[in-house]
């Protein structure tokens, strides 16, 4: 999120809403893998999230992408 | 109202009753003392017998901080933080910034402890978590604190703990929501006349529904503090900053602006107190000096919520001028939508922002927590009692962790109490609670009867508290009612009655469970599947 979220005002709001954010988009995964009825389609919505974030790490990582770097 | 499918209700149901047994018992014992802990000002006033009236902040500090400069090593003025301690007495950490053997960042220096007569108590040398550890003057209610936030478990794992406390309280809050299919009507339904059972339930759904935003709130608020250290901080940190949580913290909590490490010595800290309180109209909570000494040094002075207001006050200085900048978000360079958001986290999870009143409501809020997830568990278990003979020792390990806690609590109040003058409080308050609590235990094991159990810890917890505001007044020594009145610390006398009145009300709640029919327990199970 710190990499695709708007800075704001501040130039904060894509480091603060994760962590601030955290308990409830948990929360948010959580009640959707009990209530959705197909396990498949919980697994799908769990691993694009993961891999959608983990590849912009990453790609932060080898250089692509400093966009925090450049909203300070 | 949100209906759900017949099978999705079901599925929250089960959802709402593990999230609560599985981690119940310890969820009750952080929400108890964070309930306790809202008063912990309070308490550490009463059983300190703090009777100063004017912050430390109010009145002189420059001096002594300059006195406290020179003798402090030089490699140690990076940055000053000043705040009370005690009976209006001042902390002052002279520290610099540094990473530890793990490459995080920590603070490392010297505090000094001193009285509101700006003599030194205590001296004291390490890193920010060897130094901050409890006083004997405030054993109490730093041992109240820490066991809401890490139930005493070492750093990580006692916050990772307590976050996961938080989730499951949230799950609860949330699948709580999810399966009242008459929210409205529950809030109001009552049956006293119903089964005793029945009675239990309605109970546990009002207080449990009336609490819920609030569950909801603490549960959010909790997490947030659990994992924002632990977890938020050094994943955020490795997507924006490739790990560099000193960039992070920079970014988020820093005073940007050019550099001049040129010598200069501090401005005169009694104007900027002066200017603080005459613009917010009360005393600093927190002064944190940084790059001291130098010619672009900033002090920030941060303030409780204004009345009118949720979000706590922060007010920039030039620290070699002593000469006001702005105010300033207390999170961020400039207001924004994160930086409010972030700031109103602590009030909402401590209610301190409307002074007494909103931490009186907090604390009743609290108290129907506890309850809520006390009966919570009671009706689980007395549901399946007869399916399993090892649930009745769940029933049992159930009432020792409900009522066992309040007397472990007490139980270190009197420790706290009789030890402080002897300079032993530290470790005697800790340890009377675990004193106290291998008692409850071992009533635990040896009680005939659950309802026995519940009797004798009910009236035990009660006589301790009788016994509390006498042990304040002629063992350790504290302010009677005129003087501490006369003090502006009406706390003190307002808190021996509240001890009073509960250990009176426990007492004769210990009898009416004597008095009531056994029949109730053997028609619980029956009226749980009503």
């Known amino acids: ?72 | 109202m949100i209906h759900l499918k017949k099978e999705e209700t079901k599925a929250m149901v089960a959802v709402h009753g593990w999230s609560g047994i599985l981690l119940g018992l310890l969820l009750y014992a952080v929400v108890l003392t964070g309930t306790v802990a809202v008063f912990a000002h309070e308490i550490g006033a009463w059983s300190a017998g703090h009777v100063a009236r004017e912050s430390i902040f109010e009145k002189p500090i420059d001096a002594t901080v300059r006195r406290l400069t020179a003798m402090t090593p030089p490699q140690y003025h990076e940055a000053v933080n000043l705040f009370e301690i005690g009976d209006h007495g001042l902390g002052a950490f002279f520290h610099r910034h540094e990473l530890d053997a793990e490459g995080a960042p920590t603070e490392s220096g010297i505090y000094y402890q001193l009285d509101n007569t700006g003599r030194i108590n205590r001296t004291v040398q390490g890193t920010d978590e060897e130094v901050f550890g409890p006083r004997n003057d405030d054993a109490l209610s730093s041992f109240l604190v820490d066991t809401h936030v890490r139930l005493h478990v070492p750093n990580p794992w006692g916050l990772l703990l307590t976050g996961i406390l938080g989730l499951a309280m949230l799950v609860a809050a949330i699948s709580g929501v999810l399966i009242h299919r008459h929210l409205f009507k529950d809030i109001f339904t009552l049956r006293r006349r119903a089964s005793p059972v029945l009675v239990d339930r309605d109970k546990h759904s009002v207080a449990g529904t009336w609490s819920l935003p609030f569950a909801f709130i603490l549960a959010f608020t909790g997490s947030f503090f659990s994992f924002f250290g632990t977890i938020g901080v050094p994943v955020v940190a490795m997507a924006a900053f490739s790990g560099d949580v000193e960039a992070l913290s920079e970014a988020v909590f820093g005073n940007p602006g050019p550099a001049d490490p040129r010598p200069v010595a501090i401005g005169n800290l009694d104007r900027i107190t002066a200017d603080a309180i005459s613009r917010t109209g009360e005393a600093p909570t927190f002064l944190a000096i940084e790059k001291f000494g130098r010619a672009d040094a900033t002090v920030t002075s941060f303030h409780n919520p204004k009345a009118s207001d949720i979000e706590p006050v922060a007010l920039l200085y030039n620290g070699a001028t002593a000469t006001f900048v702005r105010a300033k978000p207390t999170v961020g360079t400039t207001p924004s939508a994160g930086g409010t958001l972030a700031g109103i986290m602590g009030p909402l999870h401590f209610g301190n922002f409307a002074g007494i009143l909103s931490r009186a409501i907090w604390f009743g809020l609290g108290f129907a927590m506890c309850y809520v997830t006390f009966t919570g568990m009671r009706l689980w278990v007395v549901r399946r009692k007869d399916e399993a003979r090892s649930l009745a020792w769940l029933e049992r390990t159930l009432t020792v962790v409900t009522f066992g806690l309040p007397f472990g609590l007490t139980a270190s109040a009197a420790a706290f109490l009789v030890t402080m003058p002897m300079g032993s409080a530290v470790f005697w308050t800790p340890a009377a609670f675990l004193i106290a609590s291998a008692g409850a235990i071992l009533a635990g094991v040896v009680a005939p009867s659950n309802d026995r159990l519940t009797q004798l810890l009910k009236v035990a917890t009660g006589a301790v508290m009788i016994v509390l505001p006498l042990l304040r007044l002629f063992v350790s020594g504290g302010p009677g009612w005129n003087e501490a009145i006369a003090a502006d610390q009406p706390i003190i006398a307002a808190l021996d009655v509240a001890f009073v009145v509960a250990g009176i009300w426990l007492v004769r709640g210990a009898r009416t469970t004597e008095s009531v029919p056994r029949r109730r327990t053997a028609t619980l199970g029956a009226a749980a599947e009503a």
């Open chain 1, 1 to 72: 999120m710190p990499l695709w979220l708007p800075g704001g005002a501040a130039g904060i709001d894509n480091l603060v809403f994760p962590l601030v954010f955290a308990p409830l988009i948990w929360a948010i995964l959580f009640f959707h893998a009990c209530l959705d009825r197909s396990i498949a389609r919980v697994a799908l919505v769990a691993a694009a999230l993961f891999l959608i974030h983990g590849g912009l790490v990453a790609s932060r990582f080898i250089g692509e992408a400093p966009a925090a770097e450049k909203a300070q």
